[in-house]
């Protein structure tokens, strides 16, 4: 493998409405890379499970849309996220393996007293390729994760998380 190179640009802007209980961000960003490390499922006679490559040139470029809102201060927060998305190999022009399209995140966060956080989350995703070339597509889904906080004190705290706590996907 060759080693990586990149070259990245990002702008965005935060914008504070009502009070501060509202918050809107957009971020736009652009990367190349020379010699992008990947990894592909190909199987090769010494390598029968997959190995890493370098995909000679790549781009990826898009826009993130955030909120925040505090529906009810101090109780009651939704946190929301949305990427769009476009990676792709510039030689020969194809999608550029497990990276969506698009990604969207949804939290309501609750706050029953001041030390303890509950965290319902959402991830939804859109369909993208396993494997180099466009191979091996992979259906969209979505998942719902939980994640709480308890502050024993105020340099302590207990957390637990779990991920696809329905099982789907």
């Known amino acids: 493998l060759r080693p990586e190179e990149s070259t990245g640009y990002d702008a965005g802007i935060d914008q504070s409405l009502f009070n501060g209980r509202v918050t809107l961000s957009l971020t736009g960003f652009y990367n190349k890379f020379n010699n992008l490390i990947d990894f592909t499922f190909d199987s090769t006679p010494t390598q029968p499970y997959g190995h890493y490559i370098n995909v000679s040139r790549a781009e990826t470029y898009g826009l993130e849309v955030g909120g925040n809102i505090d529906l009810l201060p101090g109780l009651l927060r939704?946190?929301?996220?949305?990427?769009?998305?476009?990676?792709?190999?510039?030689?020969?022009?194809?999608?550029?393996?497990?990276?969506?399209?698009?990604?969207?995140?949804?939290?309501?966060?609750?706050?029953?007293?001041?030390?303890?956080?509950?965290?319902?989350?959402?991830?939804?995703?859109?369909?993208?390729?396993s494997s180099a070339n466009e191979v091996g597509p992979l259906a969209a889904y979505t998942r719902v994760d939980l994640y709480t906080e308890y502050k024993i004190d105020k340099n302590c705290k207990g957390f637990a998380r779990g991920e696809n706590i329905f099982?789907?996907?």
């Open 78 to 129: 939704l946190k929301t996220a949305y990427t769009s998305l476009r990676a792709s190999a510039l030689n020969p022009g194809l999608l550029l393996a497990r990276r969506p399209e698009h990604m969207a995140q949804f939290a309501l966060s609750y706050t029953p007293t001041p030390d303890w956080l509950i965290d319902p989350r959402i991830l939804t995703m859109s369909s993208r390729y």
């Open 167 to 169: 099982n789907e996907h």
